[in-house]
């Protein structure tokens, strides 16, 4: 597996370190009833994952000046809704996948019917954290965030991404298609990560705002050219997921559109456009961009 930078290691660790934290006190324990619910609830959450979108949260809040503390629940937030959207897309009638973050699938675990309600449960959890967290952020602020986190889930969100993936099943799609389906169901979460993170800062700049949306928009797209990548040339070890599994269901991916190469290329201008994007800001935007140039060299 290809190391991150050093410097983005400890800030993912000390981010992750916050975070599971934080994910411990919010979710339900395991033998709390309904039990097999919440069961389910905290295999879908806890242990696994690259935690990519949480930590966009801190690096994102960090840039603005943020204090931590009050982006552990906001990163909270941002975690159960990308749990929730992986277990219902791992759904036979979805992208019907047996393996996630090397285990086998929430409902291959505990059953279609209980995994659909883990997933209910998880989003609901988010606005939950969001409407009740303790922190000191004003209700302009967490109406805000409530906003963004509901349209980044939605039908002009990865609901809608969902549903463009699976009208496009069979199809081949042309790139502008392509990449309108994956700035809904991939990269729509992203972007959330970094607005919620930034509007910690209620005082904040609304260029810098755009900017920081502007830069979240690259990655994302980024972040999934390079699963598509690793989707092609990966190992089902390494990724934790099946490789192969989007060649083998005849889905349109950028390897398959624009070639390997060129998305390889593609990749790369999204990281210099997104770094164009923090140009002004100084270290404290550091994390942002180390997270751009990881996103792009990671393996798995």
Known sequence: MKTPDPSLQTFMASCQARLEKCLTHWL??????????????????????????PTLVYASGQAVGSPPELLDDPACAIEFMH????????????DDD?????????HKAYGEATAILAGDALQSLAFYVLTHNNTAIDDGTRRRMIEALALAAGSRGMAGGQMLDLAAAGQELDIAELEDMHIHKTGALIRCSVII?????????????????????????????????????????TLGKRSGADRSLSKSTYPAVIGLDTARQRANELHEEAMESLSGLGEQADPLRWISLYIIERDR
């Open 28 to 53: 339900p324990g395991a033998v709390t009833h309904p039990a097999t619910l919440h069961e389910s609830m905290r295999y879908a959450v806890l242990d696994g994952g690259k935690r990519i979108r």
């Open 98 to 106: 047996d393996l996630r973050r090397g285990k086998p699938s929430c």
């Open 83 to 94: 749990a929730y959207s992986l277990v219902h897309d791992d759904l036979p009638a979805m």
């Open 197 to 237: 993170g930034a509007l910690t800062n209620p005082g904040l700049d609304s260029s810098l705002l755009d900017r920081l949306d502007h830069y979240a928009k690259c990655i994302g797209l980024a972040f999934q050219i390079r699963d598509d990548i690793l989707d092609e040339e990966g190992e089902t070890g």
